[in-house]
């Protein structure tokens, strides 16, 4: 707003008088930041520049008049100021509020009737609790903790560490306030930040908030910080609470990750005995499969052969119902001609009733046929008689 | 000459009106508000921005804030009614609503924030003093930041003051309780830790435990079943066998003797002692075979 920033007049007023007040040509100075300047401090600077500009008139007749006519027009250009995009200017007539001027160039009657301030209502202003971020050439942006801040107790009376932004800007619609009701604003949006979280902190158990409430948490601080401050009349507008790191304490974060450990090993362990069980099971399954089907065969065997037999003795029982006696003697004598054939045979023929073998004991020192092998082109008889019994009868 | 010294005495005359009437007017800004006293004697409150007017070189201006002021409190510790020991940090926010008595009590700013906080220090810890630890920390912060406030406002009004807000900012454990807690915080978490682990462990056993129970039931069912079949196909075999064999039981004797005698008496275990009397040496001895049959080898 210097007359500087003019590019070397290029202002609509032409040749006009090149800053004879310095930098200073504006209404006042512009308030750093969004801090009201200091008013008394205003009025000081200006008082000193008056007294620079009119050292003591020691010329005579014309010159004074020219010299104060000078000072005049001066005087009254001095009311022009500009208010940049990002500000709005409010114009104060004798320390009093009259009239809010947009941004472009403006004008007000000259000091000390009119001054003008220029907050800046559209930045979104921003301030860190629990943390400081530090723009270094070097390295870059740095965060530095601030554990004084950001260490709170919670309700279960835990610790949990909690850095978070809020964002804020200035209420277009109270301006007004904002300049004149408080005294340090920046301070004061700060201070109410801080309380509000640890209330709301206070207010909750650990768990929640170290997993899933931010959301709450931060609508919550949002809520109660914007309350306080309508209450003050701050003329401040709480645009975002933000949550920038929620940790347990650095003493005891190994404790909480061990504790995440241990759900994920608690997974492990259901899942290898999930393993276990999906590999036991079906396994038995099949073996269970096995047996039933074993059984299956077994009877479908042991019926099939029964039938077999049957139907084998009904074709010789058919047979032997034609001529009874002749192949009941026939059977007769080739089962016995089977029989003897392959075995060891002893003949006594001796009276009957006279002592029976025991005259020839023992009767395993006889001499046995040396070979046992049956002759070929004999019939292998025990293979074709299946054994019949069993838990049959 | 003469005209230079008229202009002279007219320009003193000028300056001399110019000053007296600057030091009759003052303005009031809208961060403040005035109080305008006589020969040390206050006449009149302005609370209303802009241009006011005082007598010359007799009334003096003493300019009052008007805004929400800070007072920030230090840390301090407070024992609430459970003797637990907190660390509390708050600040207020006041104004001045009547500015002569501010001006006669306190005088300035500075004056009114160190007795501000004296008052603040004692309502905090008469406040906190009644109430235990969790009330304040998490019960009825608010409510107990309105009565502190309350009793302040009570006691500040003395000075000119309205207190806005009294807020805690921080409720805190003190350093050496902190660490205790941490301790504890730890140890909780070590009892989590285990307690997930176990239950992992309590968890796959009994997975395992059900799979292996499973396992058990299959198979028995399973030979449950099989035994069943097993039955079937034996009870099927003893009716074929019964239809068949009814048909003449004493033919089926004898040819089961028959099939039992070849299957039972092995070749290479069985030594024969025959008499050749038998059945089958009917025509040994007898070519006409005339002697009736004794009976069977045996």
Do not use: C
Not at chain 2, 92 to 120: H, K
């Amino acid at each position: 707003m210097s007359w500087s920033n003019q590019g070397g007049g290029g202002g609509p007023w032409g040749p006009g008088p090149k800053g004879p007040w310095g930098g200073g040509g504006g209404g006042g100075p512009q308030p750093s930041g969004s801090t009201p300047p200091d008013l008394e401090e205003l009025l000081r600077r200006s008082q000193d520049r008056l007294r620079t500009v009119f050292p003591g008139g020691g010329l005579g007749g014309k010159g004074i008049v020219l010299l104060v006519l000078a000072g005049l027009v001066v005087w009254g250009l001095s009311g022009f100021f500009r208010v940049q995009p990002d500000e709005l200017g409010v114009v104060l007539r004798f320390g009093k509020h009259v009239r809010e001027a947009q941004p472009g160039l403006n004008y007000h009657l000259p000091y000390p009737i009119e001054t003008a301030l220029t907050p800046k209502v559209t930045r979104v202003n921003r301030i860190d609790i629990g943390m400081r971020i530090e723009d270094d050439l070097r390295r870059g942006t740095t965060m530095r903790d601030v554990p004084q801040e950001s260490l709170m107790l919670t309700g279960d009376e835990n610790i949990v560490d909690v850095d978070f932004s809020v964002f804020w800007v200035i209420r277009t619609d109270a301006v007004r306030d904002f300049l004149f009701n408080i005294q340090q604003p920046e301070v004061t949006v700060k201070a109410v930040a801080e309380s509000a979280m640890r209330e709301i902190i206070g207010r909750s158990n650990i768990q929640p908030i170290l997993t899933g409430a931010r959301q709450n948490i931060e609508t919550a601080v949002h809520d109660l910080m914007q309350r306080t401050l309508n209450e003050y009349g701050a003329g401040v507008q709480i645009t975002q609470v933000q949550l920038q790191k929620v940790d347990p304490p650095s003493q005891v974060i190994d404790a909480f990750r061990d504790v995440q450990a241990a759900r994920a090993d608690q997974e492990r362990a259901q899942n290898e005995g999930q393993t276990y069980a999906n590999r036991v099971v079906p396994e038995a399954r099949g073996r269970a499969a096995q047996i039933t089907q074993n059984a299956e065969a077994y009877r479908e065997q042991t019926v099939a052969e029964a039938t077999g037999q049957t139907s084998r003795f009904l074709q010789i029982y058919e047979q032997y119902a034609k001529a009874p006696d002749v192949t009941r003697q026939r059977m007769y004598l080739e089962t016995m001609e089977r029989l003897l054939s392959g075995t060891d045979k002893i003949i006594l023929d001796a009276p009957t009733g006279s002592g029976g073998v025991v005259p020839y004991l023992p009767l395993n020192e006889l001499p046995r046929r040396p070979q046992q092998q049956p002759p070929a082109g004999q019939p292998a008889a025990p293979t074709q008689a299946q054994p019949l019994m069993g838990g049959t009868r | 000459m003469r005209a230079n010294f008229i202009g002279g005495v007219l320009a003193v005359i000028a300056i001399v009106a110019l000053i007296v009437g600057y030091s009759a007017i003052f303005t009031v800004y809208e961060t403040r508000q005035a109080l305008v006293v006589r020969l040390g004697e206050p006449i009149k409150v302005v609370t209303e921005p802009g241009l006011n007017f005082k007598v010359p070189l007799i009334d003096t201006v003493i300019y009052v804030d008007k805004r929400i002021l800070d007072l920030e409190n230090a840390a301090q510790e407070v024992i609430a009614s459970d003797q637990k020991r907190l660390v509390v940090d708050a600040f207020a926010r006041y104004r001045i609503i009547d500015p002569l008595r501010f001006y006669q009590t306190v005088g300035s700013i500075e004056g009114a924030n160190s007795r501000l906080a004296t008052l603040l220090n004692s309502a905090l810890r008469r406040v906190l003093g009644e109430n235990s630890a969790t009330t304040v920390v998490r019960d009825e912060r608010q409510v107990l930041m309105g009565r502190v406030r309350d009793q302040l406002d009570r006691e500040a009004e003395a000075f000119g003051i309205d207190v806005v807000d009294v807020r805690i900012r921080r409720a805190d454990l003190p350093e050496q309780n902190s660490q205790a807690v941490y301790q504890r915080m730890q140890t909780e978490r070590q009892r989590e830790a285990a307690e997930f682990r176990a239950q992992g462990v309590q968890r796959a056993q009994e997975i395992r435990s059900r799979a292996d129970r499973d396992v058990t039931v299959l198979l028995a069912e399973a030979t449950s079943q099989a035994e069943k079949t097993r039955g079937e196909g034996d009870g099927e075999r003893n009716r074929i066998f019964a239809d068949a064999f009814n048909k003449d039981p004493a033919f089926f004797a004898f040819y089961r003797s028959m099939q039992a005698y070849e299957a039972g008496l092995k070749a290479n275990d069985t030594r024969f002692v025959l008499k050749p009397d038998s059945e089958f040496f009917r025509f040994f001895t007898d070519p006409t075979g005339t002697r009736p049959a004794a009976q069977a080898p045996r």
